[in-house]
């Protein structure tokens, strides 16, 4: 039984959100796999209690879907929600990018210079686990700054579907690099305050995030008329 660090004041759920979501992220629980609640409770110590809280939140970002009569189960992916969620994020993260040239330029520059710069410093140490939270800073970044509160809740939940299927891929030789390459080209755009090659380095950005999404996902998940 592994035991959770239940001392400090982080809400238990939260702890054991975070628990099973790195066991789903790391493909140690797999797609469609069923997560029944006294299990998880005994192997880590807690009551059912936070780890039905977790499950309900898990279900929230994506993670897990709820089977009536049965429980919850590892949420698989449809390369059909993945090509979706993509291009709604090329349309809505082009606009905010204009929005945010036009009303925050220094600071858009400056916020996205220093992300870059530290995301160079965490290749340089493969500092893996870093890497899902500067590409999120990223693409919030520009979310945020386009002055909108609709863009940024729609970005957050557009990110919040494909969480789970981005993070896996990063876990893969060379993914944030390619990532990364792409940040450059949109920040590089956004310098010459270049609305078309924004647009375009988006878009390309895009489409290499959906193909390394597509080829890091288990077996399970799509079969092989769906893969790329």
């Known amino acids: 039984m592994m035991t959770l660090d239940f001392t400090n004041d982080t809400a238990i759920w939260v702890k054991v959100y975070e628990y099973v979501k790195e066991k789903i992220i790391s493909g140690e629980i797999h797609p469609n796999q069923r997560l029944v609640e006294a299990k998880v409770a005994k192997e880590i110590g807690t009551s059912r209690t936070p780890v039905r809280e977790a499950f309900h939140n ?44 036009e009303k925050a330029y220094p600071v858009l520059i400056q916020e996205l210079g220093k992300i ?67 940040h450059k080209l949109i920040y590089k755009a956004i310098e010459r305050r270049d609305c078309d090659e924004v647009a375009r380095a988006i878009h390309y950005h895009l489409e290499l995030s959906l193909r390394d999404i597509l080829m890091a996902a288990p077996k399970e998940e799509l079969s092989e008329t769906d893969r790329i």
């Open 58 to 101: 898990l279900q929230k970002d994506g993670f897990v879907e709820a089977i009536p009569r049965v429980g919850y189960n590892v949420k698989s992916i449809s390369k059909e929600e993945v090509i979706q969620v993509c291009k709604i994020r090329e349309a809505l993260e082009t606009l905010a990018a204009e929005w945010a040239m």
């Open 116 to 182: 870059i710069s530290e995301s160079e410093d965490k290749i340089s140490k493969q500092d893996v686990h870093s890497y899902p939270d500067l590409d999120a800073r990223f693409h919030e970044t520009i979310a945020r700054l386009s002055g909108s509160t609709y863009i940024m809740e729609i970005t957050q939940l557009m990110r919040r579907h494909m969480v789970r299927h981005r993070i896996a891929s990063f876990y893969h030789s060379g993914v944030f690099l390619r990532a990364l390459d792409g």
